[in-house]
């Protein structure tokens, strides 16, 4: 743990591994995680169980990895996500191992690597697979169990493999409408949470 | 490790974090697993590496836990079960950060916590995600990688993204008949096991 | 961690549980990772954190076993094989809680235990589910997030649940072609790379 993490009042369980430097105020990382150095974790964060962050990962404040959840270099999550357990990002789209002869020129250098975005207030269920170089849009909704292989509108309810569009959701959490082939995109007021509203 | 468990023949691996006082006798925790303090473990179970058990799961006698299973509050486990390696159960249908000022709301009460059955003997496979709110029944199966998103009758086989009826199952691990359309639920009775029928 | 080990110029992180003493040189397992006594891991490979080896499980040179992987006893891993992060393994096409009383019959024996074998060079992606006594192709290449439940063939891209045939690639990692209705196999040259061709 480093130094300047306790003075910012971070909780660090006694057998979690943070490496890193850049983990903010009052975040809180459980049992058996670890954030590699390099990897940058916002404040009043929660890092699960079993959790793992590679350098080169991106948090914002406010959010929450769950348990087991594995997130890789060039993955970018921005302010109050949600990442449920278990869910795995990606950074190559066609893995080889890097230490075989005959994909060394591969990871000879970085272009393999595609960068993964997630806005604000956006929400990944449990075990969902996020194939690499898609962006997720703020306060959009991925379905547990999903694999997502494109972009994610904003607000937007995706499920499946792959994923596909299903409904809108409210940033609070109520789902807004699901679509239908007549109506695509009439969005309703959110009847629980009049501050919200779907730009 | 709870003294009282020391007593009872608990087994827990030097690197397993086991916090609850309510772990039956003979029961085994393997290496990194964490079983947290109001979790209840019961007699002669498995738990293997890398899995959590959090406040508020119930598990039965006989039940063996795989490695890096997630079971999370609100999860009743009863006797006799097998939850596959990587099984992911959750327990909110529509989660946000909870930390994040827009979800607070949702998080202010435990009305968003759904909880989840899994029936005597019943069968998860590997890496099947359990949708909250759910009943999976008796003696049934869950093939591995399936989503499950609605209830799984008695020795039912299921499999897929959503989990759909597939077969029945013996609780002996013998499969009876595959559906088709002609005739849903015919059942034959176990050539290998005559001790066991369906009801 | 086993002195042989030391000697040969393996790198075991001091979370890290190794029991076995048949890992080769210059491999480097990460942290809360655990290889069984009686696992065999060859030479130059890496193992990523929070990753289990079982007993009986064999893994060739040049292997990349990412993070939170999961490989049970009768899974063989040829040389230059890549493991993504996540990916589970199976041996038990019905498994039932072998301690509960009705199942016990079917453990007696080593019958239930179905092999799995990864061919050279081939890649499983992120999340990817293996049902038991499968054979993955050389150089094939198993999308994220798909659920193979059979026989994958040489250098073929599969993906979906359950995972079905799209594409042929090269052991370098270039895609060759994807499969339509009209032409099944005939495949082009590597236009990245000049050495591999498909046999």
Redesign the interface.
Known sequence: MAEGSQRRNVFIHP?A?VESNDVGDETKVW??A?IMAGARVGR???VG??A?IESGVVIGD???IK??S?L?DGVTIA????I???V???NDA??????????M??YGTRDWLLPTCVGT?A?I???A?I?PGVTIGTFS?VA??S?VSRDVAPHTVVK??PAREHGL?C?????LRTFSRLSQRTVPPCAK?R??SIP
Do not use: W, Y
Not at 79 to 82: E, I, L, Q, S, Y
Not at 94 to 103: C, L, V
Not at 171 to 175: A, H, N, S, V
């Open positions: 057998t591994l049992a058996f670890h009043r964060c929660v169980d079993h793992f406010d959010a929450t348990n087991a594995l890789f302010d109050g996500v949600f449920g357990p278990g795995q990002f990606t066609r893995p080889r191992s890097p230490r075989a002869k005959f994909a020129d591969r207030g929400s269920g449990a075990g697979i194939l909704m547990a169990g694999v499946g493999t959701i940033r609070c959490g109520t789902e949470c501050l919200c």
